[in-house]
């Protein structure tokens, strides 16, 4: 077996071992991309936790899992690259966006969010979402919002007493 043939084989093992740890990725097209841009967007992808990997588009689908939709398979055509995001799809894509109206260079054809096939029209929308944490803490408050208003009215009688007391106290 040759040196190149055992290079693809391993690099088959490792985009399938990348598909099955990750639940969510995008699809890039970096067509245009200088390699100073490429190396910078890689980067910023490694700061925050991400990975980037160019791919030959065969090897990409011999590592396909073969659930995957059919739709993502064809949209393995040109230059492709994937984005892998190990917690935060959201925030991937909003790095991708970021970089994507900066350096007007970056197109995303598809990806998997959460297990979820996405076509790249709808990738603005996830791009638009809010964190996590965000979401998290709306939803505390709005949980928290209406025992804090009852708290409030069971309070009020106590300190209308109170005040009501105090005046009495005062006509005395």
Same mark, same amino acid.
């Given at each position: 077996?040759?040196?190149? &043939?055992?290079? *693809? #084989?391993? =690099?088959?093992? /490792? @985009?399938?071992?990348? !598909?099955?740890?990750?639940?969510?990725?995008?699809?890039?097209?970096?067509?245009?991309?200088?390699?100073?841009?490429?190396?910078?967007?890689?980067?910023?992808?490694?700061?925050?936790?991400?990975?980037?990997?160019?791919?030959?588009?065969?090897?990409?689908? &011999?590592?396909? *899992? #073969?659930? =995957?939709?059919? /739709? @993502?398979?064809?949209? !393995?055509?040109?230059?492709?690259?994937?984005?892998?995001?190990?917690?935060?799809?959201?925030?991937?894509?909003?790095?991708?966006?970021?970089?994507?109206?900066?350096?007007?260079?970056?197109?995303?054809?598809?990806?998997?969010?959460?297990?979820?096939?996405?076509?790249?029209?709808?990738?603005?929308?996830?791009?638009? @979402?809010?964190?996590?944490?965000?979401?998290?803490?709306?939803?505390?408050?709005?949980?928290?919002?209406?025992?804090?208003?009852?708290?409030?009215?069971?309070?009020?009688?106590?300190?209308?007493?109170?005040?009501?007391?105090?005046?009495?106290?005062?006509?005395?």
């Amino acid at each position: 077996m040759n040196v190149i &043939r055992q290079k *693809k #084989e391993k =690099f088959v093992k /490792e @985009l399938n071992k990348d !598909f099955n740890n990750y639940e969510s990725f995008y699809l890039v097209d970096f067509v245009n991309l200088p390699v100073s841009k490429a190396v910078e967007l890689r980067r910023e992808l490694q700061r925050n936790s991400y990975v980037f990997k160019v791919v030959k588009n065969r090897l990409a689908l &011999r590592a396909l *899992k #073969e659930d =995957f939709p059919e /739709e @993502l398979k064809a949209k !393995f055509i040109g230059p492709t690259a994937l984005a892998f995001a190990p917690e935060d799809p959201v925030g991937l894509a909003r790095l991708i966006r970021d970089f994507s109206v900066k350096h007007k260079l970056l197109k995303v054809k598809a990806g998997i969010v959460e297990g979820r096939y996405l076509p790249g029209e709808d990738f603005h929308t996830v791009a638009n @979402l809010s964190s996590r944490e965000d979401l998290l803490a709306k939803l505390g408050f709005l949980m928290a919002y209406p025992l804090t208003q009852l708290l409030k009215t069971w309070q009020a009688p106590i300190s209308s007493l109170g005040s009501m007391l105090s005046q009495l106290k005062s006509k005395k």
